[in-house]
C-alpha cells in the first residue's frame, strides 16, 4: 500500500529557546528536521507543513530529498489539516503524522505503526506510565492518581488515509493530537509499543538527550584504501610490514620503502579525507630520508584518534612473486598492531602473485593495496 508521511514543523517552539524555532536549530551538524526527514525518506511521499516565514529554512533542511512544503495554520490540527489537503488530490492508503521535533524516532516504531494499521484504522506508538502519578500546588503534593491503563503518546500517528482526512474535515481546528480527532470520529486508534528514544525536543537541555541518541545510532564509520609500488635494487632483504625479510634484493624509496606500511598508512589517511604521505611528510624534505616507515603509521593512527576515531581493523595485501609471505605474516601482524595500538586479530596481512603478468611478474618491484576501517561513536 502507499504510505505518504506528514511532518508538522509550522510551530514556533518558543520553550525550547534559541535563535531559531527548535526544528531548524542545529543537532550534530545539521537541522532537528533534517533528521527527522531522513528518518522517513525510505517511505516515499513527505509532506512537511511550515510556517510561511520558515520557508527558506524548510528548503534548505530539505535539500535533496523529495518533499512537498504546505503552509501551515494557527493550530496543530489545522496544520495537519492542511498536509492532508495537500495530498488528497492523489491520495495514498495510508499516512503518518509526524511530530518533526521527534528527530530519534526508530525506524521499529515506525514499522509497528504501520503494521498495526493492517487490522485498525488508525495505530500510534505510547509508552506505559510507570511512575507514580501526583496532583500538585503551590510546590506541594496535593494528592496522587491511579497510574493504571495510562499512556505517554509519541508519534507518528498513523491512520488510513480517507478515514483521517474525513476526521479533520469534521472537526473543530483544535486537538491535543490526531488520535483524539480519530476517536471523535468514531475511529478505532491501536496502541503500539513506542520508545524512550522518541523522544519530542521541548526544552533546551531535550537537544543534549536527542545528541546522545542520535551518535548511539548513528556511528561515523569511515572506511580508507592505500595503494603503493617499490622497485626492487641491490641488497639483501626487504622491510615489510616492518619485518626485514631476507631477499636478494631491496625495495628502493626515499624512506626505508616498506610498501605493506605505506599502503595501510595511506588508507588511514584516506578514511580521513587527509591526503597521503607524500603531504604529510613530503620526499623533498632531506629529514625523511632512509626514515623508517612506523614514523608515518604512527602519525596516520594518532592523526585518527586526535580526531575521535578508533581503528576497527586493516587489511594489507602484497602482490609479489618473491619473497614468500606467509611465513612472515604472524610477525607482521604483530609489529603493525603494535604500531597501531590495536589487537593482532585487527590486523591481516595476506599475500597474492600476479601470475608472472606485469612488473610484479617478472619480479622488478613489490605492490600493496591496504584498507582501513575508523569508528567514531
Known amino acids: ?21 527548535k526544528q531548524w536549530q542545529a ?16 517511505l516515499g511521499r513527505l509532506v512537511m507543513v511550515i510556517h ?3 520557508r527558506a529554512l524548510a528548503q534548505a533542511a530539505a535539500r535533496g530529498l523529495d518533499v512537498t512544503l504546505v503552509d501551515g495554520a494557527n493550530t496543530r490540527a489545522g496544520s495537519v489539516r492542511a498536509g492532508l489537503e495537500a495530498l488528497a488530490g492523489e491520495a495514498p492508503d495510508l499516512v503518518l503524522i509526524q511530530d518533526v521535533a521527534r528527530p530519534c524516532t526508530p525506524r521499529a516504531v515506525i514499522d509497528a505503526v504501520i503494521d498495526a494499521l493492517d487490522s485498525a484504522p488508525g495505530a500510534a506508538p505510547a509508552v506505559a506510565v510507570t511512575d507514580a502519578l501526583w496532583t500538585g500546588a503551590g510546590g506541594k503534593v496535593t494528592g496522587t492518581r491511579d497510574r493504571e491503563g495510562l499512556f505517554r503518546a509519541q508519534t507518528p500517528q498513523g ?30 486508534v491501536a496502541i503500539v509499543a513506542g520508545d524512550e528514544a522518541n523522544l519530542k525536543i521541548t526544552t533546551p537541555g531535550d537537544f543534549a538527550r536527542a545528541e546522545r541518541i542520535l551518535k548511539g545510532n548513528h556511528m561515523d564509520i569511515r572506511l580508507g584504501n592505500g595503494f603503493d609500488v617499490h622497485a626492487f635494487e641491490p641488497g639483501d632483504h626487504v622491510v615489510l610490514c616492518g619485518i626485514k625479510v631476507p631477499h636478494d634484493r631491496k625495495l628502493k624509496g626515499h624512506s626505508d620503502a616498506d610498501v605493506g606500511m605505506h599502503a595501510v598508512t595511506d588508507a588511514i589517511y ?33 592523526m585518527a584518534r586526535d ?20 611465513p612472515h605474516a604472524p610477525a607482521m ?13 585487527r590486523v591481516s596481512i595476506k599475500a597474492t602473485t600476479s601470475e608472472r603478468l606485469g612488473f610484479t611478474g617478472r619480479e ?14
Open 364 to 377: 622488478e618491484g613489490i605492490a600493496a593495496i591496504a584498507t582501513a576501517t575508523l569508528v567514531k561513536p
Open 52 to 54: 510561511p516565514d520558515d
Open 270 to 302: 584516506g578514511a580521513l579525507a587527509m591526503g597521503d604521505i607524500g603531504r604529510h611528510f613530503p620526499p623533498s624534505d632531506p629529514q625523511w630520508k632512509g626514515a623508517e616507515s612506523h614514523i608515518f603509521l604512527r602519525h596516520a593512527a594518532q
Open 27 to 42: 543537532l550534530l551538524g545539521q537541522p532537528v528536521a533534517r533528521w527527522t526527514l531522513q528518518a522517513f525518506a525510505h
Open 159 to 188: 491512520f488510513r488515509f480517507d478515514a483521517i482526512l474525513s476526521a479533520h474535515r469534521a472537526h473543530p481546528p483544535d486537538a491535543a493530537d490526531d488520535v483524539q480527532i480519530a476517536r471523535a470520529a468514531g475511529l478505532e
Open 333 to 345: 601482524m604483530q609489529a603493525m598492531a603494535d604500531i597501531l595500538g590495536i589487537t593482532p586479530d
Open 307 to 326: 580526531m575521535g576515531f578508533a581503528l576497527s581493523n586493516v587489511d594489507c595485501t602484497l602482490i609479489c612473486e618473491r619473497p614468500k609471505i606467509t
Open 1 to 21: 500500500m502507499r504510505t505518504a508521511v506528514i511532518l508538522v514543523a509550522a510551530g514556533r517552539g518558543s520553550r525550547a529557546k534559541g535563535p531559531l524555532p
